[in-house]
């Protein structure tokens, strides 16, 4: 999921005028975890966690280690992938090193206990520093131009190798860059950039690579709960800015939905209604996005009894959780972080999130032992038990407020999509302004997949910034 602002046009325009701004605050999080780096944990020996690594000019993406997945789950395609990075930077982590440990870093662009995606990132490191012995997690978050308007990722590289750290991940699009530069400068030290694709492009440093869950499965099952519990029809999508990765989330959710709709409620596909609102960024910065609390309040005084969020925040349960106090009955299902239920469960039809642990595990040891590989890895779920901890790249959690009956008849569509009995990126599939992007009996290859130029025929919202 990039968490990309440079594809954003007013808000890069606004960055000198953010400068004088102070940090936007972040809806509170499920949980929240220290704003400090606890002392390394010893823990038993790293195991043969999950990572899909796909190395440069493979035929095809595959998932590796103890990720199970199957052919039937790729988008199918060939994907061809070369790249190479290098690196400087400079700000302040959050700890100290010592000089025996083994010391790897984030840069994450939003705050560690946000309830979305930075802290399924920043667990993830954690996972990771529990199973190496000896160490060390260190970390500067919240980069970006509410924040920190005058740090660049870079600087924040930067001071983690400063304090000793080998190997860094970044976890933003707009990192890309910045993640270059400091690749370049500092050739010893390794680079994970989530959620880029300059491996895939073949414009990346070779002490640089990339790690992408496939969360279209995520937001496909997001979509037929959506679907399968809507009492209206009526299903709103809370987005964050436009680029191809929200694209291609807001599409299959549809598609998820639609299938569900349709195929499973044998309900006529003109009456479903799905609709997607943009405010800008990954979270709301007052003055400059649009506040998520009112785009939720507008879904839901719009119709919409569901609520399905792409946001980092938690505004989408929140609102709907006071809605229904109110006397409505409104759901939502949130994203990226696997509590993120826990907010307001009686209103949550689940979460589709993240679980980086093992993949960062597989990389992070590679690279300790001298044995990193630069790769671009776009990785499905486990489908023998998306939910694993230890081996699956993207769960979904169902929530409390998703009906028994509505339960099993979304296993059943997670089974199918699992056993590749249903490939919803089979054609015929149109964007918005008619052109093709899947043809009649025809399936979606990898990059055309990753790189949608529009949302799809049936969904209501923007499709360029």
């Known amino acids: 999921m990039t968490r990309a602002f440079k594809r954003w046009p007013a808000l890069l325009v606004l960055t000198t005028l953010l400068a004088a701004c102070g940090g936007a605050p972040a809806s509170k999080p499920t949980t929240a975890p220290a704003a400090t ?74 705050p560690i206990n946000d309830g979305g995606w930075n802290q399924a990132q920043y667990e993830g490191m954690k996972y990771v520093e529990a199973r190496i012995p000896g160490s060390k997690f260190i970390y500067v978050d919240k980069v970006n131009p509410a924040d920190r308007p005058n740090t660049k990722v870079e600087q924040a590289i930067d001071e983690l190798i400063t304090q000793g750290a080998a190997f860094v991940v970044t976890n933003s699009a707009d990192f890309g860059d910045g993640t270059t530069i400091a690749a370049k400068a500092n050739p010893k030290v390794f680079f994970i950039h989530a959620s880029g694709d300059a491996v895939l492009s073949g414009k990346a440093p070779a002490n640089v690579g990339n790690i992408m869950g496939r969360m279209e499965y995520g937001k496909m099952i997001a979509g037929c709960a959506a679907a399968l519990q809507t009492a209206t029809g009526k299903i709103s999508y809370l987005g964050p800015l436009i680029d191809s990765e929200t694209r291609r989330l807001v599409n299959a959710a549809f598609l998820g939905a639609k299938h569900c709709w349709t195929d499973v409620r044998g309900k006529p596909a003109d009456q479903l209604s799905f609709k997607v609102t943009w405010i800008g960024f990954w979270s709301n910065i007052p003055g400059v996005t649009l506040d998520p609390t009112q785009v939720a309040n507008d879904f839901i005084n719009g119709g919409s009894d569901v609520i399905i969020s792409g946001i980092d925040t938690t505004e989408a349960i929140v609102e709907a959780s006071k809605a229904t106090k109110a006397g409505k009955k409104i759901y939502a299902i949130p994203y990226d972080f696997k509590g993120a239920c826990e907010q307001a469960a009686d209103v949550c039809l689940g979460v589709p ?34 939910n694993n901890p230890d081996t699956s790249i993207v769960g979904f959690e169902k929530g409390a407020a998703l009906s028994t009956e509505n339960q099993a008849k979304l296993d059943e569509f997670i089974k199918k999509l699992a056993d590749g009995s249903l490939n919803l990126y089979t054609g015929p599939l149109s964007y918005q302004d008619g052109k093709p992007f899947v043809a009649a009996g025809a399936t979606a290859d990898d990059k055309t997949v990753w790189y949608t130029a529009q949302l799809l025929k049936g969904v209501e919202g923007q499709s360029a910034p």
């Open 37 to 110: 780096v606890p002392v390394a944990t010893a823990a038993p020996a790293a195991t043969a966690a999950s990572a899909a690594t796909v190395p440069a000019a493979t035929a095809a993406i595959t998932a590796t280690a103890a990720i199970t997945t199957t052919a039937a789950i790729t988008a199918t395609a060939a994907i061809t992938t070369t790249a190479t990075i290098t690196a400087t930077a400079a700000i302040t982590a959050t700890a100290a090193t010592t000089d025996k440990a083994y010391v790897f870093g984030m840069v994450l662009v939003g």
């Open 353 to 386: 999130y993240f679980n980086w642990g093992p993949s960062y595990l597989k990389v992070i040891s590679d690279a300790k032992s001298g044995t990193f590989t630069q790769s671009w890895n776009w990785i499905a779920p486990d489908w023998t038990n998306i």
